[in-house]
């Protein structure tokens, strides 16, 4: 083939789009270092901001992610199972070399909004900031003057095990292009004030929906699907608007205990990952939590009219289950706690016939919580529920919830339950 004028120009133009598509990518791509500061002098912050930003840091969990088991607080290296790997937080300590001690409150608002480090660098969105990005400038600069008045502990994080490709930290732009949204805060005139500042957090700091709101396959909320259940480290968390199982026995009341005790008894308590989250939330102010649950039953409840239900009273024994191998396990097992007349019953505690896990349609908290246990709320005198993963087979746990399901629940068995429960051993153990 001979090359004529018109190859050339239109080999010259294939060449331009390319260039001005790599200096588009490279302009998405690139974000400046801001310069480092000294370290802010304390006591150049009232002790009025720092006390509301121990609230907001609070309510935004920041303490959760940021420190490691049994470890200094906010020093970070706590490792957060993600789809895509194991990641570490940062040590968001004022420490100069391994915290955040020279970041300007600008370096802190653009990594906390926008998921972009102080020298440059994207930061993966397991830093919450598809929701904090709503959060307002002055409420971070609170919660700097809380992080930068914290003693600084020396810590460097352990390197993230990522799986291959996915440790590109470029890629992340895209990825913002496509799901970080700049929404600003709009108020609602014709709701109350309390509703609104319910929103606020909801959305913004308290980033319910990180967990509660369904994923797409690149990691992003769905778009039009807020609040519609979603995963989170191997557990359910269910919806929390209207299609929740259990929302009509939610009422602003019930939310309230659960929410800032990690128990009610109308429900059970938070296991899983909703633990940490109630005992973040028992820490924060009682007006405040009062707006989150104001919020939320609006969202689960759009139109109600009339109370809640109450739960029904346990079932008694269902014939058919007795005498059989799984009702003499769930007895030598089980009933010490979860038999109707059982102290803990007795001590109030709500029977598993009210518990949103056995009544869900899908088995896998039940699962879990027989797997894992459930850890008693901080502070509260709830009994918890021991693991039971070394001591009962795949066989013995479907066997057993099989039963409670049939005994204490109107709901169809659920299907496939051994198969269930192996898969999430394994899943457990990665
Ligand atoms: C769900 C867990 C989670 C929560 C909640 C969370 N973070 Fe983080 N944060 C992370 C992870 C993980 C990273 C590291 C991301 C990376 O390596 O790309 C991080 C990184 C950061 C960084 C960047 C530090 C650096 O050296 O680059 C800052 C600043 C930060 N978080 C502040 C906060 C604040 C303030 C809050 C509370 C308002 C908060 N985080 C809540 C998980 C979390
Ligand atoms: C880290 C993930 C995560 C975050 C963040 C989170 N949740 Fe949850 N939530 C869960 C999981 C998992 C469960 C299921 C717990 C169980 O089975 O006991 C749950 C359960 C619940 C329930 C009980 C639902 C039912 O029908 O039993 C409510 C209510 C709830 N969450 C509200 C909230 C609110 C409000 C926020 C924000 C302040 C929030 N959650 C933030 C993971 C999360
Ligand atoms: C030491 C007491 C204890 C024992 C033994 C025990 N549980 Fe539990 N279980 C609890 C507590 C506490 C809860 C949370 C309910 C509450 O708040 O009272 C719970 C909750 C549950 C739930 C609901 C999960 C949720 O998130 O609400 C299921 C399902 C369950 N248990 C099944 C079992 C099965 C099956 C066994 C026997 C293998 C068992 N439990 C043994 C204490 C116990």
């Known amino acids: 083939m001979r090359l004529t004028k018109r190859h050339l120009w239109t080999g010259i133009g294939g060449l331009g789009v390319l260039g001005v598509g790599l200096a588009v990518a490279a302009w998405i791509v690139y974000e400046p270092e801001i310069p480092k500061v000294p370290r802010p002098d304390p006591r150049m912050f009232s002790s009025e901001t720092i006390k509301r930003g121990e609230q907001l840091a ?12 049994n470890g200094p607080a906010f020093a970070g290296s706590r490792p957060l ?47 919450p900031y598809e929701h904090f990005i709503r959060v307002k400038d002055d409420d971070l600069d609170a919660i700097y003057a809380f992080l930068m008045t914290r003693e600084a502990v020396s810590k460097i994080a352990p390197p993230n095990e990522l799986l291959p490709g996915l440790g590109i930290r470029q890629s992340l732009a895209g990825w913002k292009l496509l799901f970080l949204h700049d929404s600003r805060e709009v108020v609602d005139e014709a709701r109350s004030t309390e509703w609104n500042r319910g929103k606020y957090l909801v959305d913004g700091l308290a980033h319910c929906g990180a967990c509660h709101t369904p994923r797409n396959l690149l990691g992003g909320e769905e778009w039009g699907r807020e609040f519609g259940g979603g995963v989170a480290e191997g557990w359910n968390a269910p919806p929390l608007d209207k299609s929740n199982p259990s ?78 191998e799984a009702a003499a396990l769930f007895q030598g097992a089980c009933a010490g706690c979860h038999d109707p007349a059982s102290p803990m019953a007795v001590r109030g505690r709500p029977p ?79």
């Open 58 to 69: 609070t309510a935004g969990d920041c303490i959760v992610c940021h420190t490691a088991d």
């Open 81 to 127: 199972a993600t789809p895509f790997g194991v990641l570490y937080s940062n040590n968001i300590t004022p420490d100069e070399q391994t915290g955040i001690g020279n970041w300007s409150a600008a370096a802190f608002r653009r990594a906390v909004k926008f998921g972009v480090g102080r020298d440059g660098t994207h930061l993966y969105p397991a830093l």
């Open 247 to 324: 929302a009509a026995r939610w009422d602003v009341e019930t939310l309230v205990k659960y929410l800032s005790t990690g128990t009610d008894t109308a429900h059970s308590t938070a296991a899983g990952p909703m633990g940490p989250v109630t005992e973040g939330l028992s820490r924060l102010n009682k007006a405040d939590v009062h707006a989150i649950a104001v919020y939320i039953d609006s969202v689960m409840h759009p139109d109600r009219t009339g109370s809640p239900v109450v739960n029904a009273e346990p079932e008694g024994v269902d014939d058919k289950a007795t005498g059989s």
């Open 352 to 430: 598993l016939s009210g518990t949103s896990d056995l009544n869900s349609n899908d088995p896998r908290n039940a699962v879990q919580a027989v797997l894992q246990g459930i850890k008693a709320p901080v502070g509260s005198n709830a009994p918890y529920m021991p693991s039971f993963a070394d001591n009962l087979t795949d066989r013995q746990i479907a066997d057993l919830l099989d039963y409670a399901r049939t005994r204490f629940t109107q709901n169809q068995p659920w299907a496939e339950l051994e198969r269930t429960v192996h898969g999430i051993r394994k899943e457990n153990q990665q």
